[in-house]
């Protein structure tokens, strides 16, 4: 069944409304999604990891059923700063004051800044096909042109990139329902063909370019670095390693106690190979002892 023994809400965070899936029991997990998806990008996943851990799924302000704040000028209500204050928000509300913190994609820059911004709430860090945003961006060269262009398409406002995307989402996003429950493919679908979605994704793109970017450099500047646990996994057939080499090299700056290794897969990891993703988070975490939380 589709996230068996979840529940779904809508919590209310101060900035934001997210929508959210939560089951399980143990220490808190938090599992973020990338580009385009929405939370249901876990419904294999988050069972499997909530035999032993509570898992929270949300959507990221902006994408699926969660609300799209008001941008302005330097798109700061899409930064990863903001989203990891609702993140926090969260976990409160559902009675974790500790979490760990997992995300693919986009929802892995989220994720790091979550453990950056919010040392004392993060007990471990997950990062999925992805590096911190300043990393990407000084190593842009032109195969990272080429191969992610959709960065910049996405990250200008002059010409906006959402009359082209809503004019046929089916021809643009090439998603298909190979590795997706009905269910999961159906919330993809309702994402995909909502304007105010695609709106709220390419604000996550655009604040990336900026704003994120120098949340990172003053980061960097001042030696701050991510203070838990960190596991870095990135798939085995998408292009992170044919751009950048090992990826854990570029991590070890950030992140001092890191590990990593790569998943048999396509980049939607959680969708293609569920198992091999579960299996190697649970391995990390359980390593880690972490502590559950307290009862009432």
């Known amino acids: 069944m589709f996230f068996e023994g979840f529940t779904l809400d809508r919590v209310d965070v101060g900035e934001a409304e997210l929508r959210v899936r939560h089951g399980g029991a143990g220490a808190a997990v938090l599992l973020l999604h990338g580009h385009p998806r929405t939370h249901a990008t876990w419904h294999k996943v988050a069972p499997l990891l909530a035999e032993r851990y509570t898992v929270v799924c949300p959507d990221l302000r902006g994408y699926g059923q969660s609300s799209k704040p008001v941008t302005d000028a330097e798109h700061t209500p899409y930064s990863k700063r903001a989203m990891a204050r609702d993140f926090v928000a969260l976990m409160r509300t559902l009675g974790h004051d500790r979490f760990a913190v997992a995300g693919h994609d986009r929802g892995a820059l989220a994720a790091f800044r979550t453990a950056m911004d919010h040392p004392e709430k993060v007990t471990a860090l997950v990062a999925m096909d992805g590096l911190p945003v300043v990393e990407h961006l000084e190593r ?55 304007p105010e979605t695609v709106h709220g994704m390419l604000e996550d793109y655009r604040a990336g370019l900026g704003i994120d970017r120098r949340h990172d450099e003053a980061d960097r500047a001042a030696g701050r670095r991510v203070q838990c646990p960190t596991l870095v996994l990135w798939s085995q057939k998408d292009d992170l390693e044919d751009l950048y080499g090992d990826p854990r090299e570029i991590w070890r700056a950030w992140a001092p106690d890191l590990r990593g290794h790569p998943i048999d897969s396509g980049h939607h990891m959680a969708e293609e190979a569920p198992a091999e993703l579960a299996d190697a988070m649970g391995i990390f975490l359980d390593g880690l002892n972490l502590d559950p939380p307290a009862q009432g």
């Open 140 to 194: 842009c060269d032109a195969r990272f042109a080429a191969a992610w262009w959709h960065w910049f398409f996405f990250g200008q406002s002059d010409k906006p990139a959402e009359r082209i995307i809503n004019a046929d989402p089916d021809v643009w996003y090439t998603a298909t329902d190979e590795h997706m429950a009905p269910e999961a493919w159906a919330d993809l679908q309702n994402a995909l063909h909502d």
